[in-house]
């Protein structure tokens, strides 16, 4: 059941697509402030609360605070309050059981435990926000009720779960080239190549450097016969300068953010000055989307938004007098007080909470400061593109993901996981993510595979794509000036071809489970106590996730081990892989075990009386033959796979299963 509390006067954030009724009547649970701004729940000792989507820490997020305000925060660590997305979303589970949404488009602080132990305390910065307050019988029955409430998630092309290799820093053409032909000639498959801010002329969105790219359309065509797709990125910010059209037509058509005094607000990203788009005009989102056309009329298919919280370097005002006072403290003997204030104002330029006071959107008519819904700022402009593609790509679909987002914006595009590091916590942080990602309506997700940040290693990188294997979106990316690490650069390229040639062996699986979590508002991953609900040891794992009915994963996440403990809820079939031709299956009593695993070796569970389809590897998803595949599990039993064309928009999920 779901129920609407509406407090004072909401912004709008198009987040639910349903009609549900409000209710006078006081909310259960929650101790609610005369203000509305708190919302105050006990939890009882054994109570674990899931939720907030992309956030730091475990699945269970109790004995942290926590804040929704999307932002671009690379170094993030167990302190960490903020990441790229705002999804308000918890769910309680355990002597009360409930799912909670916080529609709110400002910040909102989530004290969990933090303060006490025993206590839940919501705060949002005003008291006008929607709650919907969702029971059911089960954590499963009430994530399936809120992601009906929300719409259904975007739906990617098959495509874009082949393997994909990306890099900020591939300069040109020729660096582009390379990398298709680097696969290729290790016979390691690849459906895409990302294009990161270097194909642009001088960070412009929406053009193409001609020196270093001189034809991408026919790059575009090249690659395509190879199979393989070009994804460009395309920033929040345009460009300040006068003669290029972007920019020209979006001061015309009014299309920009304000400042105060009604000017177009001025930030810096890459390309230096730019103005933001206001993208809570739906006349801005017509305009801006519309620009995609450049790229698809290339035969693009794909695209990743980026910087979009948006990330802001500086504001011009900040700037100015952080110069100011800098000049000041320049003259001076700097100690302990002038030194650290020196510090922290350099420290402090970017994406600085106060600067987005200081600009204003358009919202039907009236003035809106940016803080009061910062959140949906990367949520409408991933809108902006799927709308365009709507309407430029009527029978298509086109891949987009992106950086920040809000509930909502589940329907319009998948999300990354944001810049992470090559550190082993980061890919612990990228497995007990995926289900809180799942219940917001983020079915299409990622992480950086290797790390984004800092240099990686060669095991990390393998330990890495074992993950990957079962996640949507299988993206190698890492940052300009950090170590490479493309699949060919490691001396045990054998090995990781293997793991590569192992993803496009589950495609059909991967991709299965993800079209029936899509279309059937279920989650692709979930926390074992979400299946095995009342034992105590399944509850309190962190490190081990269901996908779909099927599988169990326990993937290794520390360096130099060669296995891990895992725990088996029921008995459970051990799955050891090699390689497709190396296959080792045992069955394992329920239970705590250690369990080897290797480097070289995949190691997974599928669940009693399950099994999964398995197929061939190929160099690409166009390429996998679904027709003769193997089954990995217990023979008796059926599984129901769903296949379609991969492109088209006719999801008909009866038409599309088979039994197997
Ligand atoms: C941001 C993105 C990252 C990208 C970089 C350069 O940090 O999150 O993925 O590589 O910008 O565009």
Request: no cysteine; net charge neutral; hydrophobic share 35%.
């Given at each position: 059941m779901i129920t609407k509390y509406v407090y004072g006067n909401p912004i709008e954030t198009e987040a639910v697509v349903q009609n549900v009724p409000n209710t006078s009547e006081k909310m259960p649970y929650f101790e609610v402030a005369e203000d509305h701004c708190t919302f105050q729940t006990h939890l009882a000792e054994d109570d674990i609360v899931y939720g907030l989507g992309e956030q730091v820490r475990g699945m269970n997020k109790r004995g942290w605070k926590y804040k929704s305000c999307n932002f671009d925060n690379p170094n993030h660590e167990e302190d960490t309050m903020s990441l790229y997305g705002a999804h308000n979303f918890l769910l309680v589970s355990g002597q009360k059981t409930f799912g909670v949404f916080f529609d709110y488009a400002g910040m909102m602080t989530f004290d969990i435990g933090y303060t006490a132990h025993d206590l839940m305390t919501v705060t949002a910065e005003d008291g006008n926000l929607k709650v919907y307050l969702i029971t059911g019988a089960s954590e499963d029955v009430i994530v399936h009720q809120f992601r009906t409430l929300i719409g259904r998630s975007y739906i990617a092309p098959k495509w874009a779960f082949g393997y994909g290799q990306s890099r900020w820093g591939y300069q040109s053409e020729e660096d582009i080239r390379q990398v298709a032909a680097k696969h290729q000639a290790a016979g390691i498959g690849l459906d895409s190549i990302y294009l990161d801010i270097d194909y642009m002329e001088r960070y412009k969105d929406f053009t193409v450097d001609n020196t270093r790219f001189p034809d991408l359309k026919q790059l575009q065509s090249d690659m395509m016969a190879q199979g393989i797709h070009l994804v460009p990125i395309i920033d929040a910010g345009v460009k300040i300068e006068e003669g290029y059209s972007v920019y020209e037509e979006g001061v015309a058509g009014n299309y920009f953010c304000k400042d105060a005094d009604g000017n177009d607000f001025v930030g810096a990203v890459w390309p230096g000055r730019v103005h933001f788009p206001d993208f809570m005009k739906p006349e801005t989102r017509r305009w801006f989307g519309d620009k995609y056309a450049v790229l698809l009329d290339m035969g693009i298919d794909?695209?990743?938004?980026?910087?979009?919280?948006?990330?802001?370097?500086?504001?011009?005002?900040?700037?100015?007098?952080?110069?100011?006072?800098?000049?000041?403290?320049?003259?001076?003997?700097?100690?302990?007080?002038?030194?650290?204030?020196?510090?922290?104002?350099?420290?402090?330029?970017?994406?600085?909470?106060?600067?987005?006071?200081?600009?204003?959107?358009?919202?039907?008519?009236?003035?809106?400061?940016?803080?009061?819904?910062?959140?949906?700022?990367?949520?409408?402009?991933?809108?902006?593109?799927?709308?365009?593609?709507?309407?430029?790509?009527?029978?298509?679909?086109?891949?987009?993901?992106?950086?920040?987002?809000?509930?909502?914006?589940?329907?319009?595009?998948?999300?990354?996981?944001g810049d992470n590091k090559s550190w082993w916590s980061h890919l612990l942080m990228n497995l007990q993510m995926l289900p809180a990602l799942n219940m917001a309506g983020f079915v299409f997700n990622g992480a950086d595979t290797g790390g984004f940040g800092c240099d990686t290693t060669e095991d990390l990188v393998m330990r890495w794509l074992q993950l990957s294997v079962f996640t949507p979106l299988m993206r190698n990316h890492s940052a300009m000036g950090t170590r490479e690490q493309e699949l060919y650069q490691f001396g045990n390229m054998a090995d990781t071809k293997k793991m590569i040639e192992i993803r496009y062996g589950l495609i059909p699986y991967i991709y299965s489970e993800y079209m029936k979590a899509v279309l059937q508002d279920t989650m692709m991953y979930r926390p074992l106590s979400f299946v095995y609900r009342t034992d105590a040891a399944a509850r309190e794992v962190e490190d081990q996730l269901l996908l779909g009915d099927e599988v169990m994963i326990a993937p290794v996440y520390r360096q130099n081990a060669n296995g891990r403990y895992v725990y088996l809820p029921e008995e459970m079939m051990l799955v050891r892989m090699r390689g497709l031709d190396d296959i080792e299956t045992e069955i394992l009593p329920k239970g705590h075990h250690y369990v080897q695993a290797k480097l070289h070796e995949l190691v997974f569970f599928i669940r009693h009386g399950k099994k999964i389809p398995l197929c061939r590897a190929a160099q690409n998803t166009e390429a996998l033959d679904t027709v003769h595949m193997q089954y990995l599990g217990w023979e008796t039993a059926d599984y129901a796979l769903y296949e379609d064309d991969g492109v088209s928009k006719d999801y008909d999920i009866e038409k599309h299963i088979r039994m197997c």
């Open positions: 794909g695209f990743w938004n980026d910087m979009n919280e948006p990330a802001i370097f500086y504001t011009e005002k900040r700037l100015e007098s952080v110069m100011q006072r800098i000049n000041e403290l320049s003259k001076q003997n700097m100690g302990v007080d002038t030194f650290f204030e020196f510090k922290g104002l350099v420290e402090g330029i970017s994406n600085n909470i106060e600067d987005y006071s200081t600009f204003y959107h358009d919202m039907n008519g009236k003035k809106v400061v940016h803080h009061k819904v910062h959140n949906l700022y990367g949520y409408q402009m991933t809108r902006a593109a799927s709308e365009a593609f709507d309407r430029l790509s009527e029978d298509k679909r086109i891949l987009m993901f992106s950086r920040a987002s809000y509930i909502g914006a589940h329907r319009y595009g998948g999300i990354w996981q």
